[in-house]
């Protein structure tokens, strides 16, 4: 019987977890594949949503063409490859919140390595003074006492912590990674909260950024100042979209759009110019715009445009269809600020981004603001309520949930340009757009409106929101009278949070000569699992090269089981011999009993 050799043992034990670990690396390496993710697909019938399943499943298998035809060479071969139905031109990879964490939360970091042993040396070393040797010794006892009871935990936790971080990173980096494979994105943004403190040294700020550019963003740079403008009059575009799946900025898919969070820079009490500059420095501007141009490409693109450069159409209300990005820094919308200049800032880039932007009446345009707090809302249609909470000593704004509902109507009146009066400019409709933001740690979904249907005489048309879902159920996004905008609040891509990613697809409607928006996530699963796969893959691997070791081992003629066996006895006990002895003792006993009773 082979049931208890420990080479045999070893084998049955591959035989199971190399299948198990194969199939499980498959998944965690392609689960976006698995979980069907991909960006949504532009409807090819108005009357089917962008967000149904159907479509859904369509626009996986886009995906999936997209990569069989790069596999195949056979990507840039117009005739082998159409992709049967458009897929959007301009595609956003959004994250929320990786807060990197670091020293703040290990221990010996800010202890420092077994204190009380240094503590301890002094004492027994006659370095320190002391008044009597029974003192001496009472300190001495002490810092053991010490020593054993809380640093060693300290050093425990801190290890523990130090490999929790490592393997946040690398957990973090593979979302990344994987999503940004499969999914193909033109566009990169990280909305706030990169870091996990706003409160750390430079030492520290920096030491975390080089974690975020050279681990978890690797190959990923960040977006240069000359590209990132300030809002203007005359501008150059910053670049194109659409012309076909391939013809992808690649530049633009590597680059990642940062926003500035509370754990970046701090909330408005926090805020000073060197954590703004530092931040500047490692992450980007915290205000600035984007301008992508729709690559005009077809004929019917290009007809009675106001603002065409060679035939402008002075009665036309529609503009070169063009992507405006914004990214603002919210975290000193509010007020009091411990900085009014970095405030002013913020209030000024807000000013300017309104003042450039086209008249409400003209059509082709698309806002889409980057930032990190999201917009106000009644107590109860996100998991955040409203909160804000001030700073004693000051009484500068210490934390907040959600904007303030001033602060808010600046997006909405403001940015965007809509109005409760219907006798407004444009009919109080406003620029088309959409907010994404992070903050909020769980994500949320929304549609802001404004009735401009008012039966009582007395009351003013007042802003409401309601959960995306809710608004388009009761039909009363893109209603005749209803002006709104939808917010999503990105899910973290945090692993308590499941390790989200979001997919934004934005696509240009010729028909009603708009841009068009949908949404839809890519969550990984907690961090758990990543940890379990790798450590899973490292056993067989340890396991896989034992049992070739053994195999060498028994080639030459060594007896591998029973050398095991000698050395770690109480695992393996050799059950043969010592049965067998067993038997033999009981059948003589037996024997002799008998003869005694027959004597
Ligand atoms: C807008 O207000 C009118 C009049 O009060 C009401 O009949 C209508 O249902 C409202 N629409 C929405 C979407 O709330």
């Not at 204190?115 to 009597?132: G, I, N």
């Not at 013809?247 to 969070?261: D, F, K, L, M």
């Not at 086209?358 to 059509?363: D, L, S």
């Not at 407004?424 to 406003?430: I, Q, W, Y």
Request: charged share 20%; proline share 5%; net charge negative.
């Amino acid at each position: 019987m082979t049931r208890s050799s420990p080479t045999a043992l070893l084998r049955n034990g591959l035989r199971v977890l190399v299948p198990l670990s194969v199939a499980l690396t498959i998944y965690l390496y392609l689960y976006p594949i698995f979980n069907g993710c991909a960006f949504p697909l532009p409807p090819d019938q108005d009357s089917i949503p962008a967000a149904s399943a159907s479509t859904r499943r369509a626009a996986f298998f886009e995906t999936a063409k997209v990569h069989w035809h790069l596999a195949a060479g056979t990507a840039g071969n117009a005739t082998v490859f159409a992709p049967a139905r458009p897929i959007a031109p301009f595609r956003l990879l959004a994250l929320g919140d990786p807060q990197l964490e670091g020293d703040t939360s290990i221990p010996t970091d800010y202890l420092g390595t077994l204190p009380h042993l240094q503590s301890l040396v002094k004492h027994a070393t006659f370095q320190s003074d002391h008044p009597s040797l029974r003192q001496r010794i009472r300190q001495i006892l002490h810092d053991f006492v010490d020593l054993c009871l809380e640093d060693t935990f300290h050093l425990i936790e801190s290890l523990r912590k130090r490999l929790d971080l490592i393997g946040n990173d690398f957990y973090l980096a593979h979302i990344y990674r994987t999503v940004h494979w499969w999914t193909r994105p033109t566009h990169v943004t990280v909305l706030g909260d990169l870091l996990g403190s706003q409160w750390l040294d430079d030492a520290e700020f920096y030491r975390r950024a080089g974690r975020y550019w050279g681990r978890v963003f690797r190959a990923a740079e960040r977006v240069l100042d000359d590209v990132a403008a300030y809002p203007a009059q005359e501008y150059d575009v910053t670049g194109y979209v659409g012309g076909g799946p391939f013809n992808e900025s690649t530049a633009w898919s590597r680059r990642i759009i940062n926003v500035a969070g509370n754990h970046d820079i701090g909330y408005a009490g926090d805020i000073t110019e060197q954590r703004a500059e530092r931040f500047e420095k490692a992450f980007g501007k915290v205000n600035y715009e984007l301008r992508f141009e729709l690559l005009r490409d077809d004929p019917s693109l290009t007809e009675s445009l106001y603002n065409d450069e060679k035939n402008p159409d002075p009665n036309s209300d529609r503009l070169i269809p063009e992507l405006r990005i914004i990214v603002l820094n919210s975290m000193n919308l509010d007020t009091p600020a411990a900085s009014s200049d970095l405030q002013d800032d913020t209030y000024t880039f807000i000013n300017t981004v309104i003042n450039t932007a086209a008249a409400v009446e003209f059509k082709g345009q698309f806002n889409l603001i980057l930032t990190h707090i999201p917009l106000y809302k009644p107590e109860g249609v996100c998991v955040d309520d409203p909160f804000f909470d001030f700073y004693d000593y000051d009484g500068t704004l210490k934390e907040q949930n959600q904007l303030s509902a001033d602060a808010s109507k600046g997006f909405l009146e403001g940015i965007l340009g809509m109005s409760g009066d219907v006798n407004a400019a444009g009919r109080g409709r406003g620029r088309r757009g959409i907010i994404l933001n992070g903050h909020d740690h769980e994500g949320c979904d929304t549609w802001h409106y404004v009735n401009q249907t008012v039966t009582d005489p007395d009351s003013k048309p007042k802003w409401e929101v309601k959960r995306w879902r809710q608004a388009t159920a009761a039909g009363i996004v893109g209603r005749e009278g209803v002006p709104g905008v939808r917010e999503i609040t990105v899910r973290s891509m945090m692993g308590d949070f499941g390790g989200n990613a979001g997919l934004l697809s934005v696509w240009f409607d010729r028909a009603s000569w708009e841009w068009k928006a949908e949404y839809a996530t890519c969550p990984l699963g907690r961090q758990h699992f990543w940890w379990v796969v790798h450590i899973l893959d490292l056993v067989v691997v340890a396991g896989v090269l034992l049992s070739a070791i053994f195999a060498v081992l028994s080639a030459v003629g060594l007896d591998v089981d029973s050398a095991i066996g000698r050395l770690i006895p109480s695992l393996f006990p050799r059950q043969k011999g010592t049965g067998k002895d067993m038997v033999q003792t009981g059948t003589k006993e037996g024997v002799a009993t008998k003869k005694v009773d027959s004597g």
